[in-house]
């Protein structure tokens, strides 16, 4: 609409001088004038005819949409994992709407960074739902948990990068769902994988170092009983805060406890400054971070001193030899951080339950949450340690984790873990 | 104040909250304004102005306690949480119904906010605002760690409110029920500071020694006025989780005690009116700030990532210009407002 009337006033400058200069001086001002008005008068009928079937095109372009929300921390507090993340969501949306979308319809996706102001991300939660939104890409602890209340009444899917083991209990949280192994599983993938390692007589011993933060807390209780089961010894806990900048105390005190393995429920800058501080301290301690713990900015932030740690990620690394890769760097042509690929894998998902959801009718909320409960061992192209599998009980996608270590400042696949799919371990 | 001409001859009419014909159109206009304010918005806004709602209902409390008594409190953003928890606890774990769980929510986050208010006999000022800082941490830890009540990390999901059997699930609804409570919990608070009680509060908050000379129990008052300011921070967190549909530790954290402050630093200290503009205000700013943005970014694209960074700096800038140029807040802003135009243009 505004370019069309940009150009109608250009028309309306432009013209007059046209006539008065093809017909010399003949014409009167009021000749002219005249002219102008007319010229006027039809530009704007032509203007609005124009505006018009825009406004009609548009309509019946809308019909061919797919309007879906997607909630971003690209300059918040967890800007530095999130952005990665979100430009994954975005670029298998924009690969998939280049091949011709959803049976031909198109996903309108626009990226709403939060901030991770939650405040904020209530309120773009209800313009979505304004919006009609079937479903939505979210990101962390603070938007997932701030609208897990919402989106289950509302009946919006939300599917998120906060792997809390709670949102994969469909009768508590129906509408979640993510696709990566829930934080407490890959704790126990962890603690099995190290426990598989260990050669000596006695007991290992255990410390679990996390922020007092719902981030860090929940997967103590399922991994400590779990932990206790693999015949480990649990040493008291530590707590260093999300917002670190040295954990003397707490590494001190982990060393005068002897613990031989330390888990750490942290970010990447937490992660780095436990790291640190324990090889400055000496620490025989061998080191275990979740998801968000450790990845391919962990050698720059902990300077060496990340050498042999473990991280249980949820993904393969750029340009890894799987089916799904050269799709991913034929669109994504610098290497990206693990991050991305999670966010490019759930986009994934989301575009394979619409598919699924356009086929048996329209696509509304409910269809989507249908659609996505009817996965069957989908396949990621082995960019996910496993197939992803989601029934109308149980939203884990699958239970294995590929476990990296850290060596010479790279991440190395050490093994992928498989816990069996237990009743009891769901939503704890 | 009192003005030329504005004569009273009658105790009853003394004691009018509304003196003027002019104020009482006033104040029933905003009132029929809020009544269709959910008809002519939806979606976010409405959103927006239930937060505001129940901001008002915080802001007024700690006005109560910061700006008539004279108690600096940092803990209003955890007596949320006991407000919210509480509500949650009842209407989930034990099946009592929300018309119940609110007001109870308002009574244990009183008993709660007296007890953290005792140190208020001996302490003053920064002093005191540091113990109310030390109750913050102390339940925000409660919060995380008392799982069995508070569901721990994960939180509760509660239900929105039903009566008979009609669910106040669209926000439409549950925004004239939170607006019923607003009115009826603002009035109060209007009836208590011209009360004996108020009185009491705000000469405590001038000299408390002559306060105490001229008998006020320091106390009890003070102790009062921790239970009354939590009783409405314990209604309004109570309605909050309702609002939201989920209650978790993240929600009440200390920058929330902060921000309630700052409403009424804003809206002004000592003034229930004050409380309601400052709510107002640190509510919708944020708004507005991300509608500036989103325009500005719509013009030019590269300014995205700068824009959405500053946003937060101007937020603190304007709050700085505010206090600057508004010490006495928005309420004071308004009533020189008022004054200049009952004598245009002949002013003395």
Known sequence: MKKKRKGVRYLERGMPFGVSKAEGNTATNHEIREEKAKMKKTMKIAAMVAGLAMVLSGAAFSADVIKVGHLADLTGPTGDVGKPYAEGVQAYKNYINSKGGINGKQIEMQMFDYAYDKNKAVNQYKKYKEDKVVAIEGWGTGDTEALAGFVSTDKIPYISASYSAHLTDAKKTPYNFFAAADYTTALRAGLLYLKEGWKEKRAPKIVFIYPNHPYGIAPIKGGKEYAKELGFEVLGDEDVSLKAIEANSQLLSVKNKGADFAWIGGTTNSTAVILKDAKKLGLKTKFFSNIWGIDESTPKLAGGAEEGALVMAGSVRYGDKVPGMPLLMSVEKTPQVTHFIRGWVSMMVLVEALNRADKKGPITGESVKAALETFKDFDTGGLTPAKITFTPTDHRPYMSVNIMEMQKGKLVIMKTMTLPRKAEWLGL | ?348
Not at chain 2, 33 to 53: D, M, R, S
Not at chain 2, 101 to 126: D, E, H, N, Q
Not at chain 2, 183 to 203: D, K, S
């Open chain 2, 1 to 348: 104040m009192h003005y030329c001409g504005d004569f009273r001859t009658t105790y009853e009419k003394d004691i009018e909250i509304l003196q003027t014909p002019t104020t009482r159109i006033g104040v029933a206009a905003f009132l029929v304004f809020l009544v269709v304010f959910p008809f002519l918005v939806k979606g976010e806004y409405l959103w927006v102005g239930l937060q505001i709602l129940i901001a008002v209902i915080g802001a007024v409390g700690l006005n109560i306690l910061t700006g008539y008594t004279g108690q600096i409190s940092l803990g209003q953003g955890a007596f949320f949480g006991v407000g919210a928890y509480t509500t949650a606890y009842m209407t989930t774990k034990m099946g009592l119904s929300f018309w119940v769980g609110v007001p109870a929510a308002g009574l244990v986050t009183a008993a709660a906010g007296m007890v953290f208010g005792i140190p208020s006999l001996r302490l003053k000022g920064l002093y005191l605002a540091i113990a109310t800082l030390a109750s913050q941490f102390i339940l925000e830890w409660v919060f995380l760690r008392w799982e069995p009540v508070t569901g721990g990390s994960f939180g509760i999901v509660v239900p929105r409110p039903s009566i008979g059997g009609y669910v106040f699930d669209s926000d439409r609804s549950f925004y004239y029920l939170v607006l019923a409570i607003t009115v009826v919990m603002v009035l109060f608070a209007v009836n208590i500071v011209r009360t004996r009680t108020g009185r009491a509060f705000m000469a405590i908050r001038d000299h408390y020694i002559s306060a105490e000379i001229m008998g006020i129990n320091l106390f009890r008052y003070r102790i009062l006025s921790f239970g009354i300011s939590s009783f409405y921070a314990g209604v309004a967190g109570a309605l909050l989780g309702h609002s939201l549909k989920y209650v978790t530790s993240e929600q009440f954290n200390l920058g929330l005690s902060v921000s309630y402050l700052a409403m009424i630093i804003i809206g002004g200290l000592g003034s229930i009116l004050g409380a309601i503009y400052g709510a107002i205000f640190m509510i919708l700013l944020p708004k507005v700030l991300t509608v500036l943005t989103t325009k500005l970014t719509m013009l030019i694209p590269g300014a995205a990532g700068l824009a959405i960074a500053m946003e937060q700096g101007v937020f603190g800038l304007i709050i700085i210009l505010f206090l600057i140029f508004e010490p006495d807040g928005l309420a004071h802003r308004w009533r020189m407002i008022k004054v200049y135009w009952k004598l245009y243009p002949f002013s003395y």
